[in-house]
Structures are given as structure tokens and as C-alpha cells.
């Protein structure tokens, strides 16, 4: 018998969670949840999670990217994919570079102002997220995918067989 894949949900919201799980679950996933990066990272390590799903406004404007870069800089994590659940629209690109459009985007008047920039190369996949902390910093880092709230079930479940089936 197969073993189960291990999903972790981060979010603060329990209505999310609850849909989420229900509909992973359906699909033989084996579903964890966390309510915030504590959690997270405290389920990160006993669960060892083969994909997590993390909200990005949670205690605080920024704790899931926060919880992302943690992942990120673990040894003990950085091998396992999360995906970013957000309802900021996401800004596509053909670009083979997805932090460098980030970084056009930036110098666009249009754009500049966002506090966050959620961009996905949509001919590999490649994704990531640009967003300024409150001291106007700039802050890069990669991401295996988004996943749009309100939750669509059928993007979910794709997303992750995405990841966990290559």
C-alpha cells in the first residue's frame, strides 16, 4: 500500500482550512493544519509535510511570507514545496526570468506602488513573490505556485498533483 502524501494548511481562517481539508482529503491526501508561523513551523517538523499551503495574512500583514522564507532558509524544509494562497491577483509573464519582470513591474507606474507583487512565468511555471516591508525594503524569494482564495477545489487539487507528481 502507498503511503499517504502529507499536506499542511496554514491559515488563521478555519473555514478555509475546513474546505481545504475536505477536499484533499477526498483525494487521499493525509491533511495537517496550523493557524499561524508558530504553528507552522512547529508542524513543519513533526508532520514533515510533502507540501504546505500558506496564507499569507495571518497575526500580521506578512506572516506567510514570513513563514515562506523560513521554510526557505531551512536545511531541514527547503526541499519542500509550498504553495501561496492569496487573493491579490497574480501578474504573468513569459519572461524566463520571473524575478527580473518582479523587478520591471517595480519601476512601472501602474505597479510600484503595490506592496505586493505575486508573479508566475506561465510557460514554466516559475513563480515568486516581490513585496516591501514597512521600511519600504524590497524582499525577493521564489515560490512553487499560487492558489486563489476564494478556493477553487479543482485549481487546488491540480496545483498539488503539479508538485507532487513530477
Known sequence: ???QKRILIVDDDIDVITIIETILKKEGYEVFSANNKK???E????VKPDLAILDVMMTTHYEGFELAQEILNNPEFKNTPFLIQ????ILTTTKAA??????E???DPNYKELQVLLVKNITTGDAGIDYLSENGKTHWF????????PVDGKIVVAEINRLLNK
Open 142 to 149: 521564489p515560490v512553487h505556485g499560487f492558489i486563489r482564495k
Open 39 to 41: 504553528e507552522g513551523i
Open 86 to 89: 492569496s487573493s491579490i491577483d
Open 1 to 3: 500500500m502507498k503511503t
Open 98 to 103: 520571473v524575478q527580473e519582470m518582479a523587478r
Open 105 to 107: 513591474f517595480r519601476k
Open 43 to 46: 508542524k513543519m517538523k513533526s
